[in-house]
């Protein structure tokens, strides 16, 4: 959405006012502002599919881990070894 707008601003570079009209915003110059609506629940979902990804790694390395220990156990006890 675009919008037409008088702003003054500060010393600062802070806006002072902000205003629809000329007239309400006598030493104001003119601007076109861009209004862009944020979706945070969009942004949120994002970061739990991030943090799920990250798990689901973690329990895939965990689970070749455990599967090479227990391939090592299985061929220990194939040749005999007691534990």
């Known amino acids: 959405m675009l919008f037409k707008y008088f702003i003054e601003f500060d010393d600062l570079g802070g806006i002072k006012k902000f205003c629809k009209s000329k007239e309400e915003?006598?030493?104001?110059?003119e601007y076109i502002v861009k209004l862009i609506p944020i979706d945070r629940k969009k942004e949120e979902l994002e970061k739990q599919a991030d943090e799920f990804n990250k798990s689901t790694d973690k329990l895939i390395s965990d689970v070749k881990r455990f599967d090479t220990e227990l391939?090592?156990?299985l061929k220990g006890l194939r040749r005999g070894?007691?534990?």
């Open 25 to 29: 915003c006598k030493n104001g110059k």
């Open 71 to 73: 391939n090592k156990m």
């Open 81 to 83: 070894r007691i534990w």
